[in-house]
């Protein structure tokens, strides 16, 4: 007789541990699939759960709901002590208003291991899964801004716009759910010896789409959620985003390479109007020049014609003009009706790309409604603590990362940073940092040299000379956008530094 085990990952980390730890079960199969509360009922009646499989093994609210589907028994895999001090050491550096919550269980286990080493982080239990909404919505108005918690708590956190950490399971809490769903497997087998001939693992994942065009994304409803954004940003930008979003105008989003805009596009339109119907995704710097705007405009009423969704246009800045006017034919004819919103990104503030021919006064007119300007990264430097906190975070969802903090020393150097390439330049270097560490904490001389080597690839870069083809006038244009990147965007630095009045630097850019 042959067991078979199901294994129902809520997140990515979590299949990650399973996948490792099951090529030790010789003797049994194992297959290893990965989807929250909502996706597992789906995937459970996909594989034909009851006649295929003998045990079930997954977690918390996913366990629930699978349980009001399937009669095939169900192992839970238990948050045990080193899983909440884990979670414990990963908040710790969360400097912001802060609580715990879950089921009773666990909250009595959490109250008193924190209680124990001296934490004093609050915490709140809740008895059913559908109160969770309401205590969460009652937690933002009393202003917190972590929310520590299971899958379901964690991803309710993030679509009222809260930080959120999930308390995650490590390798000895999945080995003791294998363990005893083997045992049950013996027990309903009546002891029979079991034997398989090798480990089978498979994965979820959603369809991919064949897309369009290449440059064109077509996202449903059930694929617009804020778990797909592993960018961590500010929590002054989050609130910027949550407030500006919630408005059917057109929105435009500004800042300097590497503060990830998609991603920033991809949550106001989570939390925009539109939040769950489709998102049309446009990559304008990859349109071909003699593109036919006319099917792209049918693909977009065909698909928005019934309820309506979202339209993103990335890097509009980088369309050449004859591609900007004909959108802006497409916008004219998408604004009589309220049903779609627009939103679009591009580098450089607004009067600046206009000024300089990088974006049409009449495309301009359109979707330039309402802002969301970003700062770079440095401008936010007493916000790393808390984006080293949530980053981490992320990294053990993603790939069950054992690390929980960095040393107070590293904190303070990696504030002091200038961060020239921004958010995505901080996350791969916190990830290197992460994936090096051989034990909980990174100590501050790995911060040390990481900044150090970063440090000098900037300025090995910042050597390459400006491209002196073509006019003086194109070559100093070269030079200003040069220096004003070099200055944040910030105008009244660049005045002082090229020692130019605010005309002469508007005439020089037109």
């Given amino acids: 007789m042959k067991a078979k085990i199901l294994f129902l990952a809520p997140y990515f980390g979590l299949k990650e541990i399973a ?6 079960y010789k003797n049994f199969q194992i297959d290893v699939y990965q989807g929250n509360y909502e996706q597992g009922p789906k995937i459970l009646k996909q594989v034909n759960i009851n006649q295929k499989y ?7 609210g ?25 979670i414990l050491k990963l908040s710790e550096g969360y400097k912001g208003k802060k609580i715990f919550l879950s089921y009773p269980n666990i909250f009595k286990s959490f109250k008193q291991l924190s209680e124990l080493l001296g934490y004093s982080i609050e915490s709140k239990c809740y008895f059913e899964h559908k109160d969770i909404r309401d205590l969460i919505k009652e937690l933002k108005q009393e202003n917190y801004e972590l929310v520590i918690g299971d899958n379901m708590v964690y991803e309710t956190a993030q679509e009222f716009g809260i930080n959120s950490i999930l308390i995650t399971s490590g390798i000895e ?3 003791s759910a294998i363990d005893e769903a083997i045992r049950l497997c013996n027990a309903l087998s009546n002891n029979k010896d079991l034997k398989s001939e090798a480990v089978e693992c498979t994965y979820y994942e959603k369809r991919e789409k064949s897309n369009i065009d290449d440059f064109i994304k077509i996202l449903n409803p059930d694929e617009i959620s804020t778990s797909f954004v592993h960018t961590v940003f500010p929590q002054t930008i989050l609130s910027q985003i949550s407030y500006l979003s919630n ?13 990830c805009k998609n991603d920033i596009g ?17 990559s304008c710097h990859s349109i071909p020049e003699y593109y036919n705007y006319d099917f792209l405009y049918k693909i977009i009423i065909n698909k928005f014609k019934n309820e309506g969704g979202t339209l993103f246009l990335e890097d509009i800045d980088t369309l050449y003009t004859e591609g900007q006017k004909k959108i802006a034919n497409i916008l004219k004819k998408l604004s009589r009706t309220n049903d779609i919103k627009i939103i679009a990104s591009c580098e450089f503030p607004v009067e600046l790309c206009v000024s300089n021919g990088n974006l049409l006064r009449q495309l301009r007119s ?8 970003l700062n770079p990264l440095k401008n936010y430097s007493n916000e790393i603590s808390n984006m080293v906190s949530m980053y981490l975070s992320k990294l053990d969802l993603r ?29 791969r270097v916190v990830n290197q940092l992460a994936l090096k560490c051989n034990g909980s904490y990174i100590n501050v001389d790995e911060v040390k040299t990481a900044l150090k080597v970063e440090f000098e690839n900037h300025k090995n870069a910042s050597l390459i000379p400006i491209n002196l083809n073509g006019s003086l006038k194109e070559i100093e244009t070269r030079i200003i956008k040069h220096v004003m990147e070099e200055e944040g965007m910030n105008q009244v630095k660049v005045e002082k530094r090229l020692k130019i009045s605010h005309s002469t630097l508007w005439r020089k850019l037109k």
């Avoid at 003998?54 to 918390?60: A, K, L, P």
């Avoid at 359109?366 to 300007?373: A, G, K, S, T």
Wanted: proline fraction near 5%.
């Fill in 54 to 60: 003998d045990v079930i093994i997954t977690r918390g």
């Fill in 19 to 24: 996948m490792s730890v099951s090529s030790e």
């Fill in 366 to 373: 359109i979707i330039d409604e309402v802002r969301i300007e």
């Fill in 62 to 86: 996913t366990a629930e709901v699978c349980r009001q589907i399937t009669q095939t028994p169900i192992v839970e895999i238990h948050i045990n002590a080193f899983d909440i001090l884990r």
């Fill in 266 to 282: 991809y949550l106001c339109t989570y939390y925009g109007p539109q939040k769950r119907k489709s998102l049309i995704c446009i």
């Fill in 247 to 259: 408005t059917p105008l057109p929105t435009i989003i500004t800042g300097q390479d590497g503060m």
């Fill in 173 to 175: 809490s999945v080995k």
């Fill in 399 to 427: 790939c069950a990362s054992q690390v929980v903090g960095i040393k107070e020393g590293g904190i303070k150097l990696l504030s002091e940073y200038d961060w020239p390439e921004n958010i995505r330049q901080f996350m």
